[in-house]
């Protein structure tokens, strides 16, 4: 079952500025304008696979590495990565 997403209903699916259209999600046309006007960063299906790979290395790192356990902090480290990545490509 597909699931549309319009203007209307758009920052329903927006984190952090970033919307992951994952499979089954349709974008309108106005809301792929919208989405652009307002900064929103659109990740397709095909990228979906990448980012969650390297949310689970950025995880791995933060852990293993940098013995940070606290999770919400896990995440802002992750959606930030993901932001200046996705900028840059």
Known sequence: MSRLITRNNLQEFVSNGCLI???GMLLS?????????????????????SIDLLKKRIHQLLTQEFNISDAEHIDVVQQEVLKRLIKQS
Request: proline residues 4%; without cysteine.
């Open 29 to 49: 046309p106005g809301a792929d304008d919208l989405a652009k006007i307002q900064g929103i960063q659109v990740i397709r299906n095909s990228q979906s696979a």
């Open 21 to 23: 259209l994952e499979k």
